[in-house]
């Protein structure tokens, strides 16, 4: 008699938690570091021309300042994990039964 074997792909669920491998989380990292840096760069570079502007008048450093001290709105959500299903192939059977 041979045994059955079932084979589970949990790869779909273990991407949604965050359980990634090595080499996906690592390209993540650099994709994310790369837009933090154009972000602060390009942010950079406007508040420079904005203190550069000296000839429009105003206080252009307490501007922003203020525009820097405005704290960022946070969303909230529940959900519940995983909502992807869990793939499920059996072998060297043609019949399982599967109780509840």
């Known amino acids: 008699m041979e045994l059955r074997k079932i084979e589970l792909n949990m790869s779909e669920i273990y991407s949604e938690i965050g359980l990634k491998p090595p080499g996906a989380l690592g390209h993540e990292a ?4 790369l837009r933090a840096a ?9 508040q420079g021309d ?9 206080n252009r450093i307490a ?4 525009s820097e ?4 709105t946070l969303a909230l959500g529940v959900s519940v ?4 299903l869990v793939h499920m192939q059996v072998r060297n059977s ?3 039964d599967i109780f509840a």
């Open 30 to 33: 650099a994709d994310k570091g």
């Open 38 to 46: 154009g972000s602060y760069t390009a942010k950079q570079a406007a």
């Open 50 to 58: 904005q203190m550069a502007a000296i000839q429009h008048g105003g």
């Open 63 to 66: 501007a922003i300042a203020a």
């Open 69 to 72: 001290s405005r704290g960022e």
């Open 81 to 84: 994990m995983p909502t992807k």
């Open 94 to 96: 043609d019949r399982i």
